[in-house]
């Protein structure tokens, strides 16, 4: 902290510097007495010296009158009296002698005037000293008092800095360790942030959806689907394709297998759990069908004869985010095809099949 000087002259605050910005005094305090005490002496010898001149003047110019008017009267009774001169020249001399001791008694009572001045002049600088020795001790206890002021100042200044640096310490050591542990959850907060902002998404989507209870029911039914297959068989109760209706009807191979199997190719895949087979009022056991995407697997109890009584109806909610459906049917080397993906035959043996796409093979379990 820079260090401020008060000028004991007038007063200003001035930074470390030996003169006073404002009236020019010195800021040392020696320098300031011994300046004071030249100031004041140089007033006293100043003012002595102009008393004497002043009276030595006025001495000459008396005498000088007084001169003058004794010469102008010696000079009037010439004129006048013209022959009396010489008589009159004893009158002159002691005209002399009293003009003589006139300027005597008057530089007498001008020096005593000197004097009594000079001693007035002395008294004068003896209590001009005084009052600069008081005004000194006065600026000295005032130097004094500002500078322990100003001690004390300094000390509460410095205590104050140094309780806010460990102040400041603290709170950076603190910012420090949060910031290293931010810096840490930064790839976890953007994580978060990005599957906040993809359920923020997908709530406002739903908001959108469930806004209005009638609009989101009629969107759930609207959606709901119902197919119909009118199921034609050969005459002599072969596999039968018919690839332009999207089904296949393979009946039992063996006396044994009772169990004649429709694939029913829909549209599109029923969402999980919401497929239902009807043959008229007739609903088929949940147990009796599954689907694979797209494909239904009907498993038919009764003779396949019944099949082309009545229709078959699917009805079902669309899983429209499958994309992977399977397009047609087809039959090659005694071999029913879903696109170009061998199945397998139904109520058979079939070494021969290894799996597909829409029904790969599980693998064997491993040996201990």
Same mark, same amino acid.
């Given at each position: 902290?820079?260090?401020?000087?008060q000028?004991?002259?007038?007063?200003?605050?001035n930074?470390?510097?030996? /003169?006073?910005?404002?009236?020019?005094?010195?800021?040392? %305090?020696?320098?300031?007495?011994?300046?004071?005490?030249?100031?004041q002496?140089?007033?006293?010898?100043?003012?002595r010296?102009?008393?004497e001149?002043?009276?030595?003047?006025?001495?000459?110019?008396?005498?000088?009158?007084?001169?003058?008017?004794? #010469?102008?009267?010696?000079?009037?009774?010439?004129?006048?009296?013209?022959?009396?001169? #010489?008589?009159?020249?004893?009158?002159?001399?002691?005209?002399?002698?009293?003009a003589?001791?006139?300027?005597?008694?008057?530089?007498?009572?001008?020096?005593?005037?000197?004097?009594?001045?000079?001693?007035?002049s002395v008294?004068?600088?003896?209590?001009?000293?005084?009052?600069?020795?008081?005004?000194?001790?006065?600026a000295?206890? *005032?130097?004094?008092?500002?500078?322990?002021?100003?001690?004390?100042?300094?000390?509460?200044?410095?205590?104050?800095?140094s309780?806010?640096?460990?102040?400041?310490?603290?709170?950076?050591?603190?910012?420090?360790a949060? %910031?290293q542990?931010?810096?840490k959850l930064?790839?976890?907060?953007?994580g978060?942030r990005?599957?906040?902002?993809?359920?923020?998404?997908?709530?406002?989507?739903?908001?959108?959806?469930?806004?209005?209870?009638? *609009? /989101?029911?009629?969107?759930?039914?609207?959606?709901?689907?119902?197919?119909? #297959?009118?199921?034609?068989?050969?005459?002599?109760?072969?596999?039968?394709?018919?690839?332009?209706?999207?089904?296949?009807?393979?009946?039992?191979?063996?006396?044994?297998?009772?169990?004649?199997?429709?694939?029913?190719?829909?549209?599109?895949?029923?969402?999980?759990?919401?497929?239902?087979?009807?043959?008229?009022?007739?609903?088929?056991?949940?147990?009796? #069908?599954?689907?694979?995407?797209?494909?239904?697997?009907?498993?038919?109890?009764?003779?396949?004869?019944?099949?082309?009584?009545?229709?078959?109806?699917?009805?079902? /909610?669309?899983?429209?985010?499958?994309?992977?459906?399977?397009?047609?049917?087809?039959?090659?080397?005694?071999?029913?095809?879903?696109?170009?993906?061998?199945?397998?035959? /139904?109520?058979?043996?079939?070494?021969?099949?290894?799996?597909?796409?829409?029904?790969?093979?599980?693998?064997?379990?491993?040996k201990?």
């Amino acid at each position: 902290m820079p260090t401020v000087k008060q000028c004991y002259q007038c007063g200003k605050d001035n930074p470390d510097e030996t /003169f006073c910005g404002g009236c020019g005094s010195p800021l040392a %305090l020696g320098d300031y007495i011994s300046k004071k005490v030249k100031d004041q002496l140089a007033d006293s010898i100043r003012d002595r010296n102009v008393l004497e001149m002043d009276s030595s003047i006025r001495i000459f110019e008396k005498t000088w009158d007084w001169i003058k008017l004794i #010469f102008g009267i010696a000079v009037a009774l010439l004129v006048l009296t013209g022959a009396g001169v #010489f008589w009159k020249v004893s009158d002159f001399w002691s005209g002399v002698n009293e003009a003589r001791q006139s300027v005597k008694d008057s530089a007498k009572r001008s020096n005593d005037e000197i004097v009594r001045s000079s001693s007035q002049s002395v008294q004068e600088m003896s209590n001009a000293l005084e009052a600069g020795k008081k005004a000194i001790n006065k600026a000295s206890n *005032e130097a004094i008092q500002q500078s322990r002021a100003l001690k004390e100042t300094t000390l509460q200044t410095q205590a104050e800095v140094s309780r806010q640096t460990a102040s400041f310490r603290n709170d950076l050591e603190g910012s420090r360790a949060q %910031l290293q542990a931010a810096s840490k959850l930064g790839p976890e907060m953007e994580g978060v942030r990005k599957q906040l902002a993809q359920a923020t998404h997908d709530i406002e989507a739903q908001q959108k959806v469930l806004s209005n209870s009638e *609009e /989101f029911v009629k969107s759930v039914f609207s959606s709901h689907v119902t197919e119909y #297959f009118s199921l034609k068989l050969n005459v002599s109760n072969a596999r039968t394709i018919d690839s332009k209706n999207r089904y296949a009807v393979i009946p039992p191979s063996t006396k044994e297998n009772k169990n004649t199997v429709v694939l029913l190719l829909l549209n599109t895949t029923p969402i999980q759990g919401t497929l239902q087979l009807q043959q008229t009022v007739a609903v088929q056991p949940p147990g009796s #069908f599954v689907n694979i995407h797209n494909l239904v697997l009907f498993f038919w109890g009764d003779p396949a004869s019944g099949l082309e009584q009545k229709p078959l109806s699917a009805s079902y /909610f669309p899983d429209k985010s499958d994309k992977e459906i399977i397009h047609s049917l087809s039959e090659r080397d005694g071999r029913v095809f879903a696109d170009d993906q061998p199945l397998p035959k /139904f109520g058979e043996p079939d070494p021969d099949f290894k799996g597909n796409k829409w029904m790969p093979m599980s693998p064997p379990p491993s040996k201990p």
